[in-house]
């Protein structure tokens, strides 16, 4: 099936569902299917469905990632014993383990913490995005 979208009062297209999603749309854009008439996109359950799934999966930009990078980095290095930077990341429970072995150890988990700070300003942005962002562990360390 082939897709035209209005954008800012202008047709683009012919396309396809992956296509179409790599521009700014959305509920309310206006979608034409195969040339008929113009609907809103909420109307067409499959183009919602890979709209729900882009705002899910939206990548970062590597700006952003960037700089989660190296605010995860010095703040593990100076506050890494209260798992903040597991937090910012959205890795609750890391950061809770994080507060949990700073009370078990005595404060001795902040070398490792010191440690991982260092190495996330070492590594590169793909590979900070790799091991931290794009990670289903629970509790990503090194």
């Known amino acids: 099936m ?7 009062g202008q047709s683009i297209g012919p396309m396809n569902e992956e296509q179409m999603m790599a521009y700014p749309v959305g509920p309310d854009t206006q979608v034409s299917r195969d040339g008929g008439a113009w609907q809103p996109l909420y109307t067409y359950p499959e183009l919602m469905q890979r709209l729900q799934m882009r705002g899910a ?11 989660k990078k190296t605010l995860c980095g ?3 290095i100076l506050v890494g014993t209260l798992g903040v930077q597991y937090f910012v990341i959205n890795k609750v429970a890391a950061g809770f383990i994080t ?5 078990v ?10 440690v991982q700070g260092i190495l996330m300003l ?21």
Not at 105 to 114: D, K, N, S
Request: glycine letters at 4%; aromatic letters at 12%; one cysteine or more.
């Open 105 to 114: 150890t005595c404060g001795l988990w902040g070398v490792v913490t010191l």
């Open 74 to 76: 010095i703040l593990a």
């Open 122 to 142: 070492c590594m590169s942005d793909d590979e900070f995005k790799r091991k931290y962002l794009e990670s289903t562990s629970t509790f990503p360390l090194f």
């Open 2 to 8: 082939q897709y035209y979208i209005n954008l800012n």
């Open 57 to 67: 999966n939206q990548p970062m930009n590597q700006s952003e990632v960037t700089s």
């Open 99 to 103: 507060i949990l072995l700073s009370i």
